[in-house]
Structure formats: structure tokens, C-alpha cells
């Protein structure tokens, strides 16, 4: 919360410093006046929303490529199995004994530790 305070502060600096320099000119900025403020908008943006999806969406596609059989996963709607069966689209998830399941691989929610 400090960090986007003290960013924040910057901004207000550097759009302080442009307001001054157009008053100097006696002109309103000119075209930079008018684009800056959509530049800032993209910059903070692109770190706090497109950035950090970006991240999640490539661990998520990691941890679905390195799926294989005999890995205890959770589905999206809260199903807990071990794959016994996978393919590039399919998961086939054994929930108990006799009961096996057909699921679309982008409806695994995580992998569960066996370690715990």
C-alpha cells in the first residue's frame, strides 16, 4: 500500500512538472498534455491488471502440461480424483473404485500434494 502511496505521489510530481512547463510556454501542453494521461493509465494498468494475469495464466498452463497419471487433482467444481487416463483434451479422474470420470483438462482446478 506504501509502495502505490509513494507511486502515486510520483505521478502527481511529474504531472505537476508538465502543468508548469506548459504555464512556462503559455501554451495548454500541446499534444503531450493530451496523451500522457492515457500512457499513465496503460503503464499502471499493465502492472496491476494485464501483468499479473499474464503471470497466473502461464503457471496455470505449466501445471496442466505436467499432469500425468496417478496425480490426485481437484476440478473446478470441487472434485477430488486421481487421473488414470490422460490426453492432450481429456482427463479421466477414478473418484472411488468403480466410478471413473470424463472431464475436460481445462477443468482441473490443482493438483493436490501427496506429501502433506
Given amino acids: 500500500m506504501a509502495i502505490m502511496i509513494s ?6 510530481d511529474m504531472i505537476e512538472t508538465f ?3 506548459a504555464a512556462a510556454n503559455g501554451g495548454s501542453g500541446g499534444i503531450l498534455g493530451l496523451i500522457l494521461p492515457f500512457v499513465l493509465m496503460f503503464v499502471i494498468f499493465y ?3 494485464i501483468r499479473p494475469q499474464q503471470k497466473k495464466q ?3 498452463n505449466a501445471m496442466l502440461s505436467a499432469l500425468s497419471k496417478g496425480d490426485k487433482v481437484v476440478t473446478i467444481g470441487g472434485l477430488h ?3 488414470v487416463e490422460i490426453t492432450d483434451d481429456i482427463v479421466v479422474l477414478k473418484v472411488n473404485d468403480v466410478t471413473k470420470l470424463t472431464f475436460d483438462r481445462n477443468s482441473i482446478s490443482h493438483s493436490v500434494s501427496t506429501d502433506a
Fill in 7 to 12: 507511486f502515486m505521489k510520483g505521478v502527481k
Fill in 47 to 49: 502492472f496491476l491488471l
Fill in 81 to 83: 480424483g486421481t487421473i
Fill in 58 to 60: 502461464k503457471t496455470r
Fill in 19 to 21: 502543468d508548469l512547463a
